[in-house]
């Protein structure tokens, strides 16, 4: 603990990303407006944030003009503009990043819980377990992911719950892959050999002799895997296989962003900054996290 | 070995042969057709360098491996072959191992009363904690630890400490025979000292046998009733400490002894001989037992 | 401190060395004032076992040293020939650059325990061979491919061209650490310093390994530190005996005067643990309890809490340094003592034994 905290890149990350769940799940309720208020007369309004408007940003204005006092809605406040259809792009948002953050909760759930499992038993069997669970894990490997997906999509409707089942295809096989190199490893230790020789069980001597000692592995590697997952949703938003409108991801605000980039540059800026905060942060907590439970002591 | 019937044999070993298939051309034969007994009370010192198959037969004995060939007779009762629960619970019950490096040979994430009463766990040999935690206190007195040191962890400990912590380990379970692998190799001279004493006065009380696997011969001298000269999976030469030590008879035995460095600046200079076998034209496979006296065994 | 009458110079003198170590759980006095001295073509030991910081000290002088170590006080004077003179300096002022330049792989060579981390795994072993001959003597690649194949010749290897090409891991442990020591003494230095180099290896290979070091040093005139725990080998190979414990030396003196006639508590411990093949022992004897931990500096003498013959002044203060002969010394509050304290019944008996079996 105390050496995570010394990582100042680690903390800042922690901190980041405390503060983006924070805003994904209250944000909403903040700003007042929902995700899916379709209002034309409001579109492609650029940020205003009251009390940050009179510094001279986010002030509602594009080249000087005040486009709320064009629009005749001066009273209205959208703290990162709107798109275009109206729809508060602070709110979006915020939903954006739940599902995000949801993805990579369901990333994090697959890899400690299938990817663990799958390697531990095949690491610690071996012989022919091994060589069957192996290939299955290479064929799957050699599918590409944007076929799995795309099957999917036609076969259910698009939305998370295809991209979940997408994921839960191929998302724990490189966990699986770390999880039985160091089950490979620890196998052979001697406590190992001294609780197979005590008559300890198979699943204790798996659960209490090996996987406490690749544990820190596994948090590293899950830290790591989530940013990926969260990128491989965000993509395929992006190029249209993912999460279906009205509901927002980080991945579809950007791609529809994209489509303004050059008329209104903060649809695509706004998601993108927090897009990249959040893989980011959760990276510097990996790295952080990596460092301080490496059992390697640099002293003595 | 000795025909006397007045001590039984607590196991008795005949033609074990372990092997390893490498890949589809190479079988390495670690252990090929060796045959032993071991008196009940006594220490059998098997010696022998890296490579010799020296652990490798104790990790046979103790059923890690799976013997290729040959049977195992502990108290009587054949343990080679297909493992069965009913074999399993009778081997742990009655034959034991001591581990070599005291670093990895202890559950880094356990607590020393949860490591010692492992076996216990295991075999379900107590009715409730309070007996559990009395039998590992009773232990850790008898192995010169006190009880307080129970709730710690293996990492407070010095490598002598946790090579105690080993032997209580193996002893919570009453064994009749333990193996000690290379137990105090990794460990100071005066360390080496305190353990050996320890097993020696554990021996006394319980009569207890060991196998005691090393490849430091003065120690074997000092530790053993019996010893046996284990080269490439062969015993080369078997007897008692006396046979061995005072009358060696085979070319590998003899360089051995006089490889052994003495602690005495003005001892002989002994003439180190290479042995090599090939120009000796001696073939371990076509050699045959050849009794020297009731004791005394040579590879001819 | 003088050794003999045939003994030559002084080479390396180590002067009240004071090293520690920087580490999560605190400062850690490895090595707490050690003074010794080696002289030219002579084969010094230290023993001791882990916590002495023998290897610290030796460490030192090759320049091997971690992050975290510092060194507190001390000297190490290095006495060679500099443009046809006799210079001596304390390598520890040396630059960085300079002892990289001057002294290691060039002066002072290094052979380790464990020969199969101190050989690069992906290199073969020609170029980590040639590699130190380049760049210390300026061979071009032809030369120092002929000067590496004579060297594995000398060393014992018998395919030497074959073995260039090969790598460590095709090569047993008796093999890479010949290769190791045919490394060390490519550059010809003055100093070879053997950490354990034996240790990690059967006791056939060993005796063979301990017979090529020792006919590197006639050949070459090397002065040889000889790191060890194991005192049947320090009574093969030693001119000179450095006993170290906790940091400290205890006790100093020719083989004969350690072997023969031991004067500290913890010499007598040490010869006691250890069994000989030639004395039938009843009972090990062995020293109770652990060596101390170095994260604070012991008040007084740091083997009291385990010797069965300390004084109520070895709790209070360190012993002072106590001269019994030309060559013997041993830092002892016993010697102060009216009534001499004679060694323990079991260890007189076996340095009788000894004495007998002796040529």
Known sequence: ?300 | MSTEKTQDDVLVVKNLKQYFRVDKKHTVKAVDDVSFSIKRGSTFALVGESGSGKSTIGKSLIRLYDPTEGSILLDGTEIAGPMTKEKKSFLTGRMQMIFQDPMSSLNPRRKVLDIVAEGLDAAHLYHSAAERREKVYDILEKVGLSKEQAERYPHMFSGGQRQRIGIARAMIMEPELIIADECISALDVSTQAQVVNLMREIQEERGLAYLFIAHDLAMAKYIADYVGVIHLGHFVEMGTKEDIFEHPMHPYTKSLLAAVPEPNPRSKNKVVETYDKDALGIDYEKGTKKYVSDTHMVLI | MERGKDTQPAVLQVENLRISFQTTAGKLRAVRGVDFTLHKGETLAIVGESGSGKSVSARAIAGMMSENEKIEEGSILYTYEKDGSTVTEDILKFSRKRRAKELYGKKIAMVFQDPMTALNPLLTIETQLTEGIRKHLSLSKKEAYQRGLELLAEVGITEPALCMKQYPYQLSGGMRQRVVIAIAISCHPEILICDEPTTALDVTVQAKILELIKSMQKKYNLSVIFITHDLGVVAGIADYINVMYAGKVVERGTPDDIFFHPRHPYTWGLMLAVPDMNTADDRLYTIPGAPPSLLEEPVGEAFAPRNPYALPVDFEKEAPLCRLSETHEVYSWLEQEEKKTEMPEALRKRIAKMLENAV
């Open chain 1, 1 to 300: 603990m105390t050496q995570f905290r010394r990582n100042k890149g680690a903390v800042a990350g922690a901190i980041a990303f405390l503060l983006i769940i924070l805003l994904a799940l209250f944000g909403p309720i903040v700003s007042g407006h929902a995700y899916d208020d379709v209002a034309l007369t409001v579109q492609n309004l650029p940020p205003r944030i009251p009390g940050l408007e009179k510094l001279g940003i986010f002030d509602g204005t594009v080249q000087g003009i005040d486009m709320y006092e064009l629009k005749g809605v001066s009273d209205k406040y959208f703290w990162f503009g709107t798109d275009t259809l109206g729809r508060d792009l602070f709110t979006r948002l915020c939903y954006g990043i739940r599902i995000s953050l949801l993805i990579a909760a369901v990333s994090a759930f697959l890899d400690l819980v299938i990817g663990t499992t799958y390697g531990l038993i095949s690491g610690y069997y071996g012989g022919k377990t091994d060589l069957i669970m192996q290939r299955i894990v290479e064929i799957i490997n050699g599918i590409p992911m944007m076929v799995i997906v795309s099957l999917l999509v036609v076969a259910m409707s698009p939305g998370l719950l295809s991209i979940i089942v997408a994921m839960s295809i191929s998302g724990w096989l490189g966990m699986s892959r770390l999880v039985r190199a160091n089950t490979l490893r620890l196998k052979e230790s001697e406590h190992v050999q001294a609780s197979r020789v005590l008559g300890t069980g198979t699943l204790t001597i798996l659960f209490r002799e090996i996987f406490p000692n690749l544990l820190s592995s596994v948090i590293v590697m899950t830290m790591m895997t989530m940013p990926s997952a969260i990128f491989m949703e965000s993509f395929l938003s992006f190029v249209g296989l993912g999460i279906p409108a009205p509901q927002a991801s980080l991945g579809s605000l950007i791609s529809d962003g994209y489509a303004h980039m050059l008329t209104y540059p903060y649809q695509m800026i706004v998601p993108s900054v927090f897009f990249a905060v959040l893989m980011l942060s959760m990276n510097l907590i990996g790295d952080g996290l990596r460092d301080a439970l490496d059992p390697r002591q640099k002293q003595l």
